[in-house]
């Protein structure tokens, strides 16, 4: 299932092009993972939110993301900022209520994929 969650997310739903940027929260989970690893093959640019130093060193070490922003520092909008300069069209999924929607950081062009559980 969390294969098909993320291919439906991305791929069905999301539909990232070649360097759009594509942010994922829960990005070191199993769905979020897999997702990010999609838009990355689609030639998307991944930003990848997680909860702590460790995932997010997994994100851009193991799994290939283009940048990780840690949702528990206090400096988590700062760091949305910072890997999504441009904010132009962007793909989010979520896995729960996620800061990607309150920080306003997408365009007006945005898509957003959601699946909570």
Known sequence: ?????????????????????VVVSAAAGAVGSV?????KADGA?????????????????????DAAVDHRADDWPAQLAAATPTASTST?????????TRSSRASTSARASRCAV
């Open 45 to 65: 640019r991944v930003v990848g939110i997680a909860g702590g130093q460790e995932k997010c060193a997994l994100l851009t070490e193991q799994l290939g993301f």
């Open 35 to 39: 997702a990010g690893q999609l838009a």
């Open 92 to 100: 989010s999924k979520t896995s729960a209520a996620t800061s990607w």
């Open 1 to 21: 299932m969390t294969g098909l969650t993320a291919w439906i997310g991305i791929r069905d739903v999301g539909r990232p092009r070649a360097g759009e940027t």
